[in-house]
């Protein structure tokens, strides 16, 4: 039967941001908002997060060539680019031998009218949506001009499509975003929202770290993608680069 299914998939968190800098700061002082004065979309790398994916790309330099990616997609967000193309440099990746492109579908979820707030700036300014929220559960709730959680998996759905048609036998590494790997998982991993708010309430995805997938011929008709690794850091620790879980920076939308 024909293989629909990369060989391998990889998911990635973009490194450490000045957003999650920010953000972190901003929460620590009680402030209503985070003090970052450029579009979510252009939120540069921090120096650590420089790191982290370099440190990312040496370790796939170390792996053997079936366990290096050909495909790279990633959000069209500064900091994914940042670290997709820094993760492709350390892993002396040929930009003629393997495709590259930024795809808008896996950009981070969108938060409306909460962009930037802290969890204490959406009680102060928006106290219903705080209760409405807390109401429907964050897997629903939609911020004014922003996403759910069933918005974002929409798309991923989309996504999975044409990386089902144009990426089958390849070797895919996705950078994106801390809900752009859970809501992955959602999908490839057949879960519900019960199981899928579990796993987001247990941890931050780390940055940088991999969760990946496996093709294996013996599953169902057409074989299956088989989950290998969840959150997995050991790149970074044997680089000695410290592993940050920071949330990303408007979770305060996200509590």
């Given at each position: 039967?024909?293989?629909?299914?990369?060989?391998?998939?990889w998911?990635?968190?973009?490194?450490?941001?000045?957003?999650?800098?920010?953000?972190?700061?901003?929460?620590?002082?009680?402030?209503?908002?985070?003090?970052?004065?450029?579009?979510?979309?252009?939120?540069?790398?921090?120096?650590?997060?420089?790191?982290?994916?370099?440190?990312?790309?040496?370790?796939?330099?170390?792996?053997?060539?079936?366990?290096?990616?050909?495909?790279?997609?990633?959000?069209?967000?500064?900091?994914?680019?940042?670290?997709?193309?820094?993760?492709?440099?350390?892993?002396g990746?040929?930009?003629?031998?393997?495709?590259?492109?930024?795809?808008?579908?896996?950009?981070?979820?969108?938060?409306?009218?909460?962009?930037?707030?802290?969890?204490?700036?959406?009680?102060?300014k928006?106290?219903?949506?705080?209760e409405?929220?807390?109401?429907?559960?964050?897997?629903?709730?939609?911020?004014?001009?922003?996403?759910?959680?069933?918005?974002?998996?929409?798309?991923?759905?989309?996504?999975?499509?044409?990386?089902?048609?144009?990426?089958?036998?390849?070797?895919?590494?996705?950078?994106?975003?801390?809900?752009?790997?859970?809501?992955?998982?959602?999908?490839?991993?057949?879960?519900?929202?019960?199981?899928?708010?579990?796993?987001?309430?247990?941890?931050?995805?780390?940055?940088?770290?991999?969760?990946?997938?496996?093709?294996?011929?013996?599953?169902?008709?057409?074989?299956?993608?088989?989950?290998?690794?969840?959150?997995?850091?050991?790149?970074?620790?044997?680089?000695?680069?410290?592993?940050?879980?920071?949330?990303?920076?408007?979770a305060?939308?996200?509590?």
């Amino acid at each position: 039967m024909e293989q629909k299914w990369p060989q391998r998939l990889w998911l990635v968190r973009h490194g450490q941001s000045a957003g999650n800098v920010a953000r972190e700061a901003a929460e620590a002082a009680g402030l209503p908002l985070i003090d970052i004065d450029v579009r979510d979309m252009d939120v540069p790398l921090s120096p650590l997060g420089e790191r982290q994916a370099q440190s990312l790309g040496h370790w796939f330099a170390e792996q053997p060539p079936e366990e290096r990616p050909n495909v790279v997609l990633c959000s069209p967000y500064v900091r994914t680019r940042e670290t997709a193309r820094l993760v492709c440099e350390a892993a002396g990746l040929d930009p003629d031998e393997i495709t590259f492109a930024t795809d808008e579908r896996l950009r981070e979820k969108e938060f409306g009218v909460l962009d930037r707030l802290t969890k204490a700036g959406i009680r102060e300014k928006y106290p219903e949506l705080s209760e409405y929220r807390a109401h429907v559960g964050k897997f629903y709730f939609r911020p004014p001009g922003g996403e759910s959680w069933c918005d974002v998996i929409l798309r991923l759905r989309l996504l999975l499509e044409t990386i089902s048609r144009e990426y089958r036998r390849e070797r895919v590494l996705v950078v994106g975003h801390q809900v752009i790997v859970n809501c992955f998982r959602y999908l490839l991993e057949r879960l519900d929202e019960q199981q899928i708010l579990e796993i987001d309430r247990r941890a931050d995805v780390p940055n940088c770290s991999i969760t990946s997938y496996a093709f294996d011929p013996s599953l169902g008709r057409h074989g299956k993608l088989v989950l290998r690794h969840v959150n997995h850091v050991a790149p970074l620790r044997e680089a000695g680069t410290p592993v940050t879980r920071e949330p990303h920076m408007q979770a305060g939308a996200e509590p």
